[in-house]
């Protein structure tokens, strides 16, 4: 089971869903997936404070009543869609086998991977954002979301060790700071699209530039560690 119907479930009920969702509730864990998909694109588009959980029952052909059931509140629902966006980008991650490969060959895939995350999930990238515009406040609130990156961590610690022992990489760097310098370069893309293609009036989406820019990005990362 995953993280974030994890938490729906063990949330506090707020009494029996509406009975005109009888024939959802058959069904929970399909219903709170589809809550899920819908409130994702509601929060990321919308921030928190926009977001509607009327136009979220609507959507998934449920009621506020039963969002708050599954989920205790609006706060509640968007810590689990949270929750959810880092389960499946981790869950893919995992995926990768990066062990299986020579460490810069392995560190290329990562990145490339990163790259390709989060351009292909721009509602990532914006709840990411509007989650910094929380202040972490909400984040702060779950209680999976450190267990949930660890993996993370630990992959890159792992891909990184062979690598110096091996002599590819050179000693001294720390897995978290080449987590984030991987983070931020592949973010970036996405989340000042639009704002640094007005200003210097360059289609930087255009399939040409994108395929430009995460060869850079891969190469800046593996420069950056080689020894």
């Known amino acids: 089971m995953n993280q974030a ?60 009543r039963m969002i708050y059931y599954y989920f205790g509140s609006k706060q509640g629902l968007y810590i689990a869609v949270l929750e959810e966006a880092y389960r499946r980008m981790r869950a893919i991650e995992a995926e990768l086998h990066l062990e299986d490969l020579p460490p810069e060959d392995a560190l290329r895939r990562l990145v490339g ?6 351009h292909d999930n721009p509602d990532y990238i914006r709840l990411v954002m509007t989650e910094n515009m929380e202040r972490g406040a909400y984040l702060a609130q779950s209680k999976s979301i450190q267990e949930l990156n660890v993996p993370a961590i630990q992959a890159i610690r792992r891909l990184y ?9 050179r000693p001294g760097l720390d897995p978290i700071d080449i987590h984030a310098s991987i983070s931020a370069l592949t973010f970036f893309n996405v989340s000042n699209q639009h704002t640094f293609g007005l200003i210097f009036k360059r289609d930087a989406q255009s399939a040409q530039a994108m395929a430009a820019r995460r060869d850079s990005i891969v190469e800046m990362m593996v420069r950056f560690v080689r020894a």
Request: proline share 4%; net charge neutral; charged share 25%.
């Open 161 to 169: 060790d062979r690598g110096v022992a091996s002599g590819e990489f």
């Open 113 to 118: 991977f990163t790259f390709d995350h989060h």
């Open 5 to 64: 119907v994890h938490s729906a479930q063990t949330a506090k009920p707020a009494g029996k869903p509406a009975q005109r969702d009888g024939a959802r509730t058959n069904d929970p864990m399909r219903t709170m997936a589809g809550i899920l998909e819908v409130a994702t694109t509601e929060f990321a588009n919308k921030g928190l404070s926009g977001a509607r959980i009327d136009e979220i029952a609507a959507a998934t052909s449920t009621s506020k």
